[in-house]
């Protein structure tokens, strides 16, 4: 029999019988580990319960040990190898008492909760643990596209031969994902994003603004950190969204560098209010339905390849995607949930390539092209179980999205983290004069005279103002703003102050003078004609709908509860596209797909 011991320096495998006593094998143990006699402790369960006695004469059939089971050793000292381990080890590791092999798919399900995908660095760790040390290891990014440069027959579609020809694809379920976690530093910045769809019923849109950091729960893991979030220009309806052109993206990404924060993902709402008087909302996202919708997918896949992730071991220099997607939709107790996604490293590559479309009416579908004269595509495959229970290979015409998405625990911390400070009177969000909130010296106005702190320093640490103050018409400080973003970057009061001198702010407090500091009521003619023109646009524009279909259940800690209910939820507009699951026959698409939001145009509108 082969039985299986667990110890901070990986697994190993005694062979044993069933007849043997316990003391036998204990010294098995300590010869194949490397300890002395009485050094370690042999466990049943993990937790440190069950121990087998080294002096015990029980054979290992009575103490019902048999063959593949797994047992757990702690050295009951640091002396032997595992002292070595205790100081070379990454900090990942020691704090999850995790062994030197944080690939082994044995230790990941022994965790609790357990892991269902390594992180991206324990399967670095994987393909480089062998004898030459990864020499030999390349990370290759996936193409669909024929390879330039054959001259050995005309170019497609009149030739194309096995040197050019793309390879095959068959979709298998990712096993690493490049974040582990999606941490919002506090409820302030979740709830005012929210509070757009609680006063509109609207659905709505945000980048997240944060960092990567080390995720101490995972071996080897990568957390991001959202420490705010950006609204851009977009046209949100109670089950569409489609974002505008932003003639501000690069300001923002080069103020947020500024700050030490980065774009690590997108966020969007799928709600709808069930009962208002109870301030509940609709489970709609689960396994019966869909977690990420066709064109979901696809948006993910698009915002994934422009942020790739460097990587040194593969020939482009790059390789799959840190950039998250995050979804603040109902849950299975009917509050507000925070569910985080990536998509797979070959999802990337069908985007990328426009070889994946939606499925208008089935939005848990998606659709690989077919090879046209203008275009060559692979063919593309998945696994399945048909009724009889053997694996078999589908055509991925239409294909399951299950198989491109990556799931990511989405959490809130016990103890709220704050990049930016916190008033009860916040300055304005950009991009929400629909609702009468608009950036203008007049509310800077307001804020300022509404501001509690004392420190100047707090007062001006909000990221809204900040990008304002960067991105006003009237005086714009990008060239003149850079002492301040540092002083809030590093928390340093003193450089503040020193910037409240220039006279870049004596210019911006004397624009404030000049306006009313109560807030003005927001003009009812712009706010209707601004409504007018968003219904007017939905009907003219692609849109991309937001699915009502399902919900994914997550863990407590992702649980938002709504502080207010939004207006009733009315009937889709006619200009709308509800899901409705397809029912052409061979599976293929009953409608033209349409392309998702955004630059990624796979098929014609």
């Known amino acids: 029999d082969i039985i299986r011991v667990q110890s901070p320096d990986g697994v190993k495998r005694i062979t044993a019988t069933k007849r043997e006593t316990a003391a036998t094998f204990l010294k098995k143990v300590a010869k194949e580990f490397g300890f002395q006699n009485n050094g370690f402790s042999v466990y049943i369960n993990r937790n440190k319960t069950g121990e087998i006695p080294a002096s015990s004469n029980k054979s290992l059939n009575l103490l019902k040990i048999k063959h593949g089971d797994l047992l757990f050793l702690f050295p009951s000292s640091l002396a032997g190898p595992s002292a070595e381990m205790e100081t070379s080890a990454p900090l990942a590791l020691k704090a999850c008492g995790a062994p030197n092999v944080p690939f082994d ?30 020499k030999f290891v390349a990370l290759e990014n996936i193409s669909c596209k024929i390879k330039s440069g054959c001259e050995g027959h005309l ?13 095959a694809i068959t979709l298998n379920r990712q096993k690493y994902r490049h974040v582990d976690n999606i941490m919002f530093e506090n409820h302030t910045v979740a709830d005012r994003f929210l509070d757009f769809w609680r006063k509109t019923g609207n659905q709505h849109f945000g980048y997240l603004y ?93 915002f994934q390849n422009k942020h790739p992730n460097v990587c040194r071991l593969s020939p482009d220099g790059h390789f799959g995607s840190k ?32 070889c994946l479309l939606p499925c208008k009416d089935a939005p848990e579908l998606g659709y690989a092209k077919e090879s046209s004269s203008e275009q060559y595509v692979p063919d593309v495959f998945y696994k399945d179980i048909d009724k009889f229970g053997n694996e078999i290979t589908q055509l991925a015409r239409p294909l399951p999205v299950e198989y491109l998405i990556i799931d990511i625990t989405t959490t809130f911390p016990k103890d709220p983290v704050y ?12 991009n ?38 960067v991105t006003n018409d009237v005086m714009p400080l990008q060239d003149s703003i850079s002492l ?11 450089l503040a102050q020193t910037w409240k001198k220039s006279e870049q702010w004596a210019t911006i407090e004397q624009l404030c003078s000049e306006c009313p500091s109560q807030p003005r009521r927001p003009d009812a003619r712009r706010v209707l004609a601004s409504r007018a023109l968003e219904q007017a646009q939905t009907g003219l524009q692609d849109v991309m709908p937001v699915s009502r279909q399902h919900s994914c259940g997550c863990s407590s800690a992702g649980v938002y509860s709504p502080v207010a209910s939004p207006p009733a939820p009315q009937a889709p507009s006619a200009c709308s596209f509800p899901a409705s699951r397809s029912t052409a026959p061979s599976g293929a698409p009953h409608t033209q797909p349409r392309p998702p939001c955004g630059p990624v145009s796979t098929a014609p509108s």
């Not at 203008?440 to 990008?467: E, G, I, K, R, W």
């Open 210 to 302: 944060g960092r990567y950091t080390e995720h101490k729960d995972i071996p080897l893991g990568i957390r991001a950190e959202v420490a705010a979030i950006y609204e851009p220009p977009q046209i949100g309806t109670q089950n569409s969204l489609e974002l505008l052109e932003d003639p501000k993206a690069e300001v923002v990404d080069e103020i947020a560098a500024k700050l030490g924060l980065r774009k690590v993902g997108w966020i969007f709402t799928d709600l709808v209010s069930e009962d208002a008087r109870k301030g509940t909302v609709r489970y709609s996202r689960n396994k019966d339905t869909y977690f990420l919708s066709s064109e979901e997918c696809i948006t993910a896949g698009d």
């Open 484 to 494: 301040l973003l540092e002083a809030v970057r590093t928390r340093n009061e003193e």
């Open 155 to 167: 170019p497609w579609p009149n030739g194309i031969c096995t040197k050019c020809q793309p390879s």
């Open 323 to 354: 950039f998250v997607t995050a979804v603040a939709t109902g849950g299975p107790d009917n509050q507000v949930h925070f569910e985080g996604y990536q998509v797979s490293n070959q999802c990337m590559a069908l985007v990328r390539d426009e």
């Open 105 to 134: 798919e044995d230790y990941l399900n022994h965790l609790e909760p357990p892991v269902k995908h390594m992180s991206f660095h324990a399967y670095i760790r994987k393909l480089t643990g062998g004898a030459d040390k990864g």
């Open 419 to 430: 990049t930016f400070s916190i008033s009860q009177n916040p300055f304005p969000i950009e």
């Open 432 to 469: 929400r004069d629909v609702l009468g909130e608009t950036q203008d010296f007049h509310s800077l106005a307001t804020y300022l005279s509404q501001s509690t702190s004392s420190v100047f320093l707090d007062t001006v640490s909000d990221f809204h103002l900040l990008l304002f103050l």
